[in-house]
């Protein structure tokens, strides 16, 4: 989920995307027909080689949220107040698992591989959204996720279903029916807390509320104005709608859906502006969100080790995997 790391190449030192020398101008040009004709680019076929990159950066990035977001709520499974709660958390956790999945599968097709992916993101090098470098302090921080996060993922993700790199808009498809259950259990976990729970349960719900919103906001990336590839992503018909676009989508709904919980949303200057049709909204930390994504978030270097915990306690799995592999191979019959 979580495509604000596209949009943060600038600031981690790549070159922006251009055409290449020594690339063929006419198939170049029938790749730019197929584009403005609205058709799908398949994994077999001719690609500019920024075209390329720009998918594989952002695909990976994408993976790597997925589960690196399967952290924060991973947390509390063991802690989820009863039986029903326990059995969709597990359930989602496992979609967000299911989900890195697919992704990575989609970013094979450009020519990475997973082993390279992982290295990246275990040495530092690859983004993963910064959402999940908050804590989960309470058990309404479960609810709050799936509402405002998965709520903020489907946003983003929806205009992806209809990106021009086909592999991965047919992963979005399944992703996003997902996406929408895991926002759905979100907030009914919530409306229950609210409309069934103590007075200190209600006020744990705000307190998570008053935590996410803003991280959530900032889910959508840097202003459209301070995003330098999005123009060139837009060409590209891998992005289809621009962050500032999505961000008041979200808050838009977001507005409405706390009223029905009844929570606040810690934002003063929330004001429905009768002209625009849209809710205005209060200045955004950015000096927050850049240094969360530089790697200096409550939570970075936690959900890094994890990550590489878990890879290097899977060793043995893999290990003997690749022996069951080799020995089908020389036997086949003894599989
Ligand atoms: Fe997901
Ligand atoms: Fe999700």
Redesign the pocket.
């Given at each position: 989920?979580y495509t604000q790391a596209m949009d943060t190449a600038a600031r981690e030192g790549h070159e922006a995307p251009a055409p290449r020398p020594g690339e063929d101008p006419a198939l170049q040009q029938r790749f730019d027909a197929r584009i403005d004709a609205g058709e799908f680019i398949e994994a077999k076929d001719w690609m500019p080689e920024a075209y390329r990159r720009t998918l594989l950066r952002q695909i990976s990035q994408h993976a790597h949220s997925?589960i690196v977001?399967m952290l924060p709520e991973g947390a509390w499974i063991t802690r989820a107040p009863t039986l029903k709660r326990k059995t969709i958390l597990l359930a989602k956790v496992q979609?967000?698992a299911g989900?890195g999945l697919y992704l990575y599968a989609a970013a094979e097709t450009l020519g990475s591989s997973r082993d390279q992916m992982l290295q990246a993101l275990h040495g530092g090098r690859a983004k993963y959204s910064s959402i999940f470098n908050y804590p989960t302090l309470s058990w309404a921080d479960v609810g709050t996720i799936g509402w405002l996060v998965d709520g903020a993922?489907i946003m983003n993700q929806v205009p992806i279903c209809r990106c021009s790199y086909a592999p991965y808009a047919r992963a979005m498809v399944r992703?996003c029916r997902?996406?929408s259950f895991h926002q759905r259990q979100g907030f009914e976990s919530l409306l229950t807390l609210m409309q069934r729970g103590t007075p200190a349960q209600q006020a744990m719900v705000q307190d998570a509320v008053n935590r996410w919103w803003w991280p959530a906001v900032m889910m959508f990336g840097p202003p459209d104005e301070a995003s330098p590839h999005s123009a060139q992503s837009m060409r590209w018909g891998i992005k289809r709608v621009s962050n500032d676009e999505l961000r008041q989508k979200f808050i838009d709904a977001a507005v409405e859906q706390a009223r029905v919980l009844g929570v606040t949303l810690p934002d003063p200057a929330l004001r429905w502006n009768e002209a625009r049709q849209h809710w205005d909204f209060g200045a955004i930390d950015w000096d927050e969100f850049w240094r969360v994504v530089g790697g200096d978030g409550p939570c970075n270097a936690e959900r890094l080790a994890a990550r590489v915990q878990a890879w290097e306690d899977g060793a043995w799995v893999r290990e003997a995997a690749l022996a069951h592999a080799a020995r089908r191979q020389r036997e086949p019959l003894a599989a």
């Open positions: 989920m997925e977001g979609d967000e989900h993922a992703i997902e996406e």
